[in-house]
């Protein structure tokens, strides 16, 4: 049973407007008393937003996700904001690592971060794989992405993001992956917040693999969909 959460934002105490994360909290830990196959895992944009994050960069809702159990979580564009070093600080602090199969330093063979992790229930081996979008580059602090030159020093592989995915796709189900889920923080076109947004429809069009999509970044607000 998925749970999946995405552009928190920080929002750790309540407004006239959203409920904070108290009342998700005790929903989720009643829902884990009775459900033995609950998995919690979020598609990004967790840490940058409200006072109480931005205050401590990131710590206050790291240790909430470290009580909560998260799974898996994939890297949101505001993931940067703070910067990469910040980042990696928050990272070190995570009991689950971030998954990202689309960032990587230029010039090396490897992403920064692991493209996805597998996890095993029981005889089922479940890949989790992590897509974030490559308007991060130009939205989040551009500068950090940049050599004292002011030359991009990483990549997020907007022009070859499709093939990227594909390619993690096909390495977790080579190492036994049953299932596949996307954490993408990518989001729909039409309700395109920056320039070159990519879109998850498109996404799911350009790859094959892929058992769900838990997707994020512009907010949309979907009842219910399914694509056949």
């Known amino acids: 049973d998925f ?3 995405n552009d928190l934002h920080g929002k750790f105490s309540d407004t006239d407007d959203f409920v904070g994360v108290d009342e998700l909290t005790t929903y989720l830990k009643n829902a884990y008393k009775t459900d033995d196959n609950l998995v919690l895992l979020s598609s990004g944009d967790m840490w940058q937003g409200s006072a109480e994050s931005n205050l401590t960069r990131g710590l206050l809702i790291t240790e909430w996700m470290n009580e909560l159990g998260f799974v898996s979580m994939t890297l949101g564009n505001h993931e940067f904001d703070f910067r990469i070093s910040r980042l990696d600080e928050l990272v070190d602090m995570m009991d689950t690592k971030p998954v990202c199969c689309n960032f990587q330093k ?10 996805y992790s597998i996890v095993s229930y ?3 081996d479940i890949a989790y794989i992590g897509i974030t979008t490559p308007s991060t580059i130009s939205s989040s602090a551009p ?20 093939d990227v995915v594909q390619e993690s796709i096909d390495s977790a189900e080579a190492r036994g992956a049953d299932y596949v889920i996307a954490l993408s923080h990518i989001g729909y076109a039409e ?3 920056y320039g070159d947004l990519e879109d998850v429809e498109t996404l799911i069009k350009n790859t094959s693999g892929f058992d769900a999509v838990l997707d994020a970044h512009s907010h949309t ?5 399914t694509i056949e």
């Not at 230029?106 to 493209?115: K, M, N, Q, V, W």
């Not at 607000?221 to 969909?225: F, G, L, N, P, R």
């Open 3 to 5: 749970y999946a959460l």
């Open 106 to 115: 230029l010039g090396e063979d490897t992403t920064c971060y692991e493209p």
């Open 122 to 124: 029981g005889d089922v």
């Open 143 to 162: 500068a950090q992405f940049k050599d004292e030159n002011g030359n991009y020093i990483y990549s997020f592989n907007s022009t070859e993001l499709y």
């Open 191 to 193: 309700d395109e917040i």
């Open 221 to 225: 607000v979907i009842e219910s969909q």
